[in-house]
């Protein structure tokens, strides 16, 4: 207990006052809300700037603050390549690709783009493997905030911190659906913006500046000498050499992240025009690449100021940082921010999860049961009740779910085991018209079985945790697979995929046309 | 399971990777950077020279330099080239 943190009063006001401002944000957005469109992809009325907030900050969580800086402490400056290398290439991949496509196509989720371009197998199982992951991710960002953040620095019992979380940021996803989700994600940033950098500029001033830390982090000796590399040899044991982050993560994880993640994407389908989903998506890629100086150099600067945490500790850098630098006030500020990144993170999980729950799961559901489908009326009520299930369920269970592995190395791997199935699936989709429904099914459902022989066969690749590797070539098998599966069955006819492949779509009229009459139908 | 994956897999899949692993194994540095900066390089010249300026643009409300996405796509990477070429 004596490595916690006491809070002043005036923290606690601050932090109060955050979370009653979040809950009637939320509340007042309820009035844009009456029907599953505005439920789900918020009247498709956003503009770039809010898209462009909300995709950073649901992507950044209270996890992050934690797991990436006790990475950067433990690894060094490599940790930094995820915010960097693996978002914004990916970012204008996604933005003149995916997004156009997927915004002109009018979907709600990507598995439903899957279905429409493959057939409801693909979309079935994509929408299962997401709601599963999401699910999980739900659970695990609310157990290591509570348990990690709230209990080992505040004392604050963890089931209390838990709890309340889940209940502010469940009721304002309840009230407002993404139109909430994505105007507390537009205060939330902000929040986050400040404490962070006020943490980093308070942990580079102790240091004594940029240069000091770069000489006392060299001056520890040769287990040091790459914490200033982003980029390390193939063969280094760690989990980020140069191959796996130019491959794995920039060319296959990062892609499958900024375009089939539903939490991402979602808020480009909400685009007010086609143009703002684009520039929400820039601007979003633009605004994460500051993400580092919050979350990886407070990690490098822990190594001077704390040296005695040591490797198996390195989740607690940012605790401890907090705990000897921040003054009361800052330190209710600082909390704030972690909150402020966990709520928006939840929500936005949350909203996706339940979007995808009731488009592609009990929408297939109902067809195969050859009931009609379900009215926009039908889609809200039901939207808002599995809202309401999921995040009492998702609290129920977190514990339980969480309390295991690493939690950044966790979250990878079970992203790692179907990203690069996916994105080969779902590229092939966009630019081979040749692709047919059982070739994506099989490079999809394959190739999550192959990633799962590679993740659990050791010895194959040189690092410890080679989900870099993985990612890379369950996407490579993925590909030939849909290729050969796709040139054994027949193609499909040209009234199916006319619309919905990328080149058609950029390039000739009478697709365009296809693709608006399949929008009104 | 780990044991079982090794004594059915390892045999199958080592022949494959363990080549790759040592032609990767040779090569590091300049290629490293000149492959990490060419990930932000080239989809600026993908968007700012390849890429139809009216589809870039499409939906655009205000035609200006300032909402043209192609000058938004080549700010956005400068930083990152010039990050990775610092931390090398």
Not at chain 1, 279 to 308: D, E, N, Y
């Amino acid at each position: 207990m004596g490595l916690q943190i006491g809070l002043h009063p005036i923290d606690i006001i601050i932090i109060v006052t955050y979370m009653l401002g979040s809950l009637l944000l939320g509340w007042y957005c309820q009035k844009y809300v009456g029907d599953a469109q505005d439920f789900f992809v918020a009247g498709r009325a956003l503009p770039f700037w809010a898209i462009g907030f909300s995709i950073v900050v649901s992507d950044i969580g209270a996890v992050d603050f934690v797991a990436v800086a006790g990475a950067a402490y433990k690894n060094g400056v490599s940790a930094a390549n995820f915010d960097w290398m693996g978002s914004m290439p990916a970012m204008v991949f996604a933005a003149f690709v995916f997004v156009p496509y997927f915004w002109r196509s009018g979907v709600f989720t990507v598995p439903e783009f899957l279905g429409r371009r493959y057939n409801a197998a693909v979309q079935f199982v994509n929408a299962l493997i997401w709601a599963v992951v999401l699910f999980v991710m739900l659970a695990v960002m609310q157990w290591v905030t509570a348990d990690k953040l709230m209990y080992t620095v505040l004392g604050i019992p963890p089931y209390w911190a838990l709890w309340i979380t889940a209940l502010v940021t469940g009721f304002y996803t309840f009230e407002g659906g993404l139109t909430a989700v994505v105007f507390t994600d537009v205060v939330q940033l902000v929040v986050m913006y400040v404490g962070g950098l006020g943490l980093l500029a308070l942990s580079l001033w102790e240091v004594g500046g940029w240069t000091a830390l770069h000489d006392k982090i060299l001056a520890l000796g040769p287990d040091y000498q790459n914490h200033f590399k982003l980029l390390l040899p193939h063969d280094t044991t760690g989990p980020f050499p140069w191959t796996g982050i130019v491959f794995g993560l920039g060319i296959v994880l990062a892609i499958a992240y900024m375009s089939g993640n539903q939490v991402i994407v979602q808020r480009t389908f909400g685009a007010r025009t086609e143009w703002d989903a684009k520039g929400g998506m820039l601007f979003g890629g633009f605004l994460k690449s500051f993400i580092p100086l919050m979350v990886a150099l407070p990690g490098l600067c822990a190594i001077v100021i704390v040296p005695h945490l040591g490797a198996e500790n390195a989740d607690r850098a940012v605790p401890e940082m907090i705990r000897v630098l921040l003054p009361a006030g800052l330190r209710g500020l600082m909390f704030a921010a972690l909150l402020a990144a966990l709520m928006s993170s939840i929500s936005g999980t949350l909203n996706s999860s339940t979007t995808i729950f009731v488009t592609d799961l009990l929408g297939q559901a109902r067809r195969v049961l050859g009931k009609p489908p379900l009215s926009s009326k039908q889609g809200l009520v039901l939207g808002r009740v599995y809202t309401a299930l999921f995040i009492i369920l998702s609290a129920v269970l977190a514990k339980p779910i969480a309390d295991r592995e690493q939690i950044y190395v966790f979250i990878q791997t079970v992203l790692s085991l179907f990203q690069g199935p996916t994105l080969a699936v779902l590229l092939l989709g966009i630019i081979w018209r040749r692709a047919t429904g059982w070739g994506g099914f099989a490079g999809l459902v394959l190739g999550v079985i192959f990633c799962f022989v590679l993740k659990n066969t050791p010895g194959l690749f040189p690092s410890d945790d080679p989900f870099l590797f993985v990612a890379w070539w369950s996407f490579v098998f993925s590909l030939l697979v849909t290729v050969v599966v796709s040139y054994l069955t027949p193609p499909e006819p040209d009234e199916k995929v006319r619309g919905l492949v990328w080149s058609s779509v950029v390039r000739d009229e009478s697709a365009q046309q296809a693709l608006e009459e399949r929008i009104s139908q | 399971m780990e044991k079982f994956f090794a004594e059915v897999f390892y045999p199958m899949l080592s022949p494959i990777f363990r080549p790759i692993n040592a032609f990767l194994s040779s090569f590091f540095e300049p290629y490293a950077s000149i492959c990490a900066v060419g990930m932000f390089v080239l989809p600026m010249i993908w968007v700012g020279l390849l890429l139809n300026p009216r589809y870039v643009n499409r939906g655009q409300r205000y035609k200006s330099a300032w909402t043209d996405l192609r000058i938004w796509t080549v700010l956005s990477m400068i930083p990152h080239v010039v990050v990775y070429f610092y931390f090398r």
